[in-house]
């Protein structure tokens, strides 16, 4: 039973419900539970787990029983979302958890393969239902659970990598769109890369194509998702990341594709920026995809500082009409306040700066409009002219 503000947020259309907003519970961890308001109105059946600061996560609002038939019904409104994206990628997110209808779980397929993400003590137990209809549907080689993500501990699960079903290797190669990367399904980033900007690196690559001779700087670089596909069509790209590891990766992923235009440089990102800007380096395109700055609301302050600093540093590198791809992942960083903060930023630079276009996350990650949480990742192109 939920307290007035939990039964108000519930009927707002928002999944999570807190400790605080539930009057009264019975049950374990993983259980199915029926959710009500003070006055016993049915609001929906919910993943239970006590040990949770988000106890309950409503996973249907109908009074419908939650077994294998439910799971295979909800991944197969999945599989028809996403043929309709007619997607131009070896790899893609199939489940994206809430967004989805199913509650903490996301299941992302690359080629014959999937890494499944669990993030609910009741998904966590009733996994067997999740992988037999994977396998019905899809007949996977292999199905691999990436269970190392801190978040598993605030749910009282152990963090593990195992195959679920056939065999996994450690790594793939994928293509997106022209480019070809490997993707490192056991110890990468997430489940094994960023598929969340796959549309924003084709779309990157569609702007860098309109200068001549483009010289690109593609900074927080990673595995080289943003460089490579600039690199089909710049006459040279700098990729500068602070990782050894992520660097070699973009090496390997450039030969992958034939690419000799790429310098790889291990360096802060702050430092090549600020060296850069000060000695009146200049590019036709400038790309920015850092890590969250801000992982909670009360890192806000040090976030905006951060972000301000790379773009301004970003707007006084670029020739005129360059463009700038900056981007945020960071939730708590929302639009607007990134918006201002690229406003200061282009006062401070003195330079006037043109809106080409606001982009978001790959179709394949819906965003939900009664789930604010769901609209995360900020993709803004901007013109330096």
């Known amino acids: 039973m939920l307290t007035n503000r939990g039964a108000a947020r519930a009927r707002s259309g928002h999944p999570w419900i807190y400790r605080s907003d539930?009057?009264?519970?019975?049950?374990?961890?993983?259980?199915?539970?029926?959710?009500?308001?003070?006055g016993g109105r049915f609001l929906g059946h919910a993943f239970y787990n006590p040990k949770s600061e988000i106890t309950l996560r409503i996973a249907t609002r109908e009074d419908e029983e939650i077994d294998?038939?439910?799971?295979?019904?909800?991944?197969?409104?999945?599989?028809?979302?996403?043929?309709?994206?007619?997607?131009?990628?070896?790899?893609?997110?199939?489940?994206?958890?809430?967004?989805?209808?199913?509650?903490?779980?996301?299941?992302?397929?690359y080629g014959d393969y999937f890494v499944?993400?669990?993030?609910?003590?009741?998904?966590?137990?009733?996994?067997?239902?999740?992988?037999?209809?994977?396998?019905d549907l899809f007949s996977p080689t292999g199905i691999l659970?990436?269970?190392?993500?801190?978040?598993?501990?605030?749910?009282?699960?152990?963090?593990?990598?195992?195959?679920?079903?056939?065999?996994?290797?450690?790594?793939?190669?994928?293509?997106?769109?022209?480019?070809?990367?490997?993707?490192?399904?056991?110890?990468?980033?997430?489940?094994?890369?960023?598929?969340?900007?796959?549309?924003?690196?084709?779309?990157?690559?569609?702007?860098?194509?309109?200068?001549?001779?483009?010289?690109?700087?593609?900074?927080?670089?990673?595995?080289?998702?943003?460089?490579?596909?600039?690199?089909?069509?710049a006459e040279t790209v700098e990729a500068v990341d602070a990782s050894g590891l992520a660097l070699r990766a973009a090496r390997e992923?450039?030969?992958?594709?034939?690419?000799?235009?790429?310098?790889?440089?291990?360096?802060?990102?702050?430092?090549?920026?600020?060296?850069?800007?000060?000695?009146?380096?200049?590019y036709d395109a400038v790309i920015l995809d850092p890590p969250a700055f801000a992982k909670a609301k009360r890192e806000l302050s040090g976030a905006r500082r951060?972000?301000?600093?790379?773009?301004?540093?970003?707007?006084?590198?670029?020739?005129p009409g360059g463009a700038l791809v900056t981007c945020s992942c960071s939730y708590h960083f929302s639009r607007e306040l990134m918006e201002d903060t690229l406003r200061s930023a282009a006062?401070?630079?003195?330079?006037?700066?043109?809106?080409?276009?606001w982009r978001g996350q790959a179709l394949d990650h819906p965003e939900i409009l009664t789930i604010p949480e769901t609209r995360y990742l900020k993709c803004a192109v901007l013109e330096c002219t």
């Open 68 to 109: 294998e038939a439910w799971f295979r019904n909800r991944i197969e409104r999945a599989r028809a979302y996403r043929e309709s994206l007619h997607i131009d990628a070896g790899a893609y997110r199939l489940l994206h958890s809430e967004a989805d209808g199913i509650p903490g779980l996301v299941a992302d397929r």
């Open 347 to 357: 006062a401070d630079a003195g330079r006037t700066v043109r809106v080409r276009e």
């Open 22 to 38: 539930i009057a009264d519970a019975a049950g374990d961890a993983g259980d199915i539970v029926r959710v009500t308001d003070r």
């Open 145 to 233: 659970l990436r269970g190392d993500l801190a978040a598993r501990k605030r749910e009282g699960l152990a963090t593990k990598v195992e195959a679920l079903s056939g065999e996994v290797p450690d790594s793939v190669v994928v293509h997106e769109g022209p480019v070809r990367y490997r993707a490192e399904l056991r110890g990468g980033q997430k489940t094994g890369g960023f598929l969340d900007q796959r549309e924003n690196h084709l779309a990157a690559a569609r702007y860098v194509e309109r200068y001549s001779g483009a010289r690109v700087l593609d900074v927080f670089s990673y595995t080289g998702g943003f460089a490579l596909h600039a690199a089909r069509v």
């Open 306 to 319: 951060a972000y301000k600093e790379i773009n301004l540093r970003a707007m006084k590198l670029l020739a």
């Open 116 to 135: 499944l993400q669990v993030g609910s003590a009741s998904v966590e137990r009733r996994l067997s239902c999740v992988v037999s209809t994977l396998e």
């Open 253 to 282: 992923n450039a030969e992958l594709n034939g690419l000799s235009n790429i310098a790889f440089t291990r360096a802060n990102a702050f430092d090549v920026l600020r060296e850069r800007s000060d000695a009146g380096g200049r």
